[in-house]
């Protein structure tokens, strides 16, 4: 060690001024953003869901406008000439067998199954961190208790219940975001029980209960903001899946009703007319895959993101 | 190990209760009955109907029977297939259903493994990268998409090949002739076939990394030797525990792939009796299901123990 004077310790310690700490996010977010696939799917999935947003301006015609003229006829610039009638106009993908326009449908669609994805992913996060959290901040009997309860569900071929949810009670918008949250929750508390129990040994959290705060205080102020990196990287991944999952239903013919749509149903009626009309079904298809691929690489990109080590 | 199998035998006995108990009561809180029609009936035949299948009985009641009738493998009857009770139905679908699904997993489970071992041994080379971009599209597009597609592809245009057009049929159950189990088998094999390979290019990266694997490429052991008989007995490991999930999800796949192909499997009797509100056909169907999971579940586990001697099942 060579000698140091004053004057260099104070420009030493006026440095150490000009050092702005890097918090975990801002690192995040500057390893995020030098992912190009995850940059891109952001930029992707914030055009459809602008474009979902804004259905109504960018066509002139209604979703559920049918239109016995124009009965599944081809975009205008579809190459195959065999097709049964050419739609004009802004028929941009064409029109469905009761000649409404495809592409405001599949942007509706979007909508739906894009708020499918986004409330019942949050009815997951709300009942898996609450569930989680609690079952590993008490520990003990309850811990095991609640985890066994967790074990047992977990078993249940649980697609089957929602289901007979669906079909017991009267489909509704809000029961397919009910009953769809309240299945994936399963996974997102085990994480977070994981998550918490590691969290809960550390010294800021007995500091905490040595100054005398209070579990539910604990858990809401000190627990979730130190384990919210994982969850919101499983929060990505879940969105796929429960669009997935709603799309499966609408499939069936078991989630939304006619005149709206999803990009479930929509594939389940080009899946009808794929011999004649290929177009009803390779739009609707082409925007939920690239949505899903979207959500994927974000919640990729996120996990590289937000936890480096496990690259 | 027979104490452990003994434990988890009891232990899925409470989860089979809980999914009979959960489907009962949800089954009995649909508004309306299986009977409803537009128009109707006289009360005296309605009464008649309802004594007929023991409707009129207190809640609890139904449910002892319901019990009662479970413990003789009794369904109960279709409600709305009068001629056949739910047991029939199953017995004739369950064949159909279990064929696809087995081929499904066996050929998932063979190419899965292979494609990811290539893309283990081709590690970050174009092997890889490809292999490893097909599973992901694999993973991510749902079968409801897959299938239509190669309905298109194989079915309507068919395939010239050396001179001969192949064309698949499009649905259809022809008595499990080969050539209709083709696509719905690929269709329900695609996406586990995906999470296989992936899982097993992991694994095997791991494995090929290790010390023994090492020592055996050491020693001057060929490189197939090394492959085959030390790497791949650790690498494929993994598969064996995934292997209850995959039953699982093949079971969920086959609801759309018997539907959109047209076979005769409870898949498709259990989407027809949703839609029907044929509730005891529901029940019935679920509860096999979730029957079929535990117990393939239960076989996956100790098949790991078995093939794993650093787990013990106690």
Redesign the interface.
Known sequence: MTDVTAGDKSALIIGARDVVGRSLWIDASRRMFANRAAVASIIILGIIAVMALLAPLLSPYSYDSINYHLISCAPFWWPDHHVPCFAGGAHWFGTDALGRDLFVRVLYGARVSLAVGLVATFVSLFIGVSYGAISGFIGGRLDELMMRIVD?LY???F???V????????RSLWLLFLAIGAVEWLTMARIVRGLTLSVKETEFIEAARASGVRGHMIILRHIIPNIIGPVVVYVTLTI?SVI?AE??LS????GVREPLTSW?VL??N??YQ??TA?WL?IFP?LF??VT??CF?FIGDGLRDALDPKDR | MLAYTMRRVLG?V??LF??IT??FV??R???GGPFDQARRLPPQIEHNIEHDYHLDEPLYRQYFRYLDNLAHLNFGPSYKNRAFTVGELIEIGLPVSARIGLSAIILAIVLGAAFGTIAALWHNRIADHGIMSIA?VG????N??T???L??IFG?YGLSLFGHHLSLPVGGWNDGALRNLILPVIVLALPQMAIIARLVRGSMIEVLHSNYVRTARAKGLPSHLVITRHALRAGLLPLVSYLGPAV?SI??GS??VE??FGLPGIGRY??QA??N?DYTM?MG??IT??TL??AL?LAADLLYGILDPRVRLR
Do not use: K, W
């Not at chain 1, 289901?163 to 009267?170: G, K, S």
């Not at chain 1, 499939?251 to 078991?254: K, P």
């Open positions: 047992v078993s249940l071929p697609i089957f219940f289901i007979i949810l669906m079909v017991v009670f009267d796929p997935l799309s499966f499939f069936l013919g078991l479930g594939i389940a080009g899946a794929i011999e290929p079904l298809s939920m895959a899903l691929f994927n | 899925a409470p989860t809980a999914i959960l489907s949800l089954m809180l649909a508004p992901m993973i991510t597009i749902p409801f998409v299938a239509p597609i309905t298109l309507v699982a079971l969920t609801l759309v539907q959109i259990f989407v949703a839609v509100r529901v169907v679920v299901y979730a999971v535990i579940n």
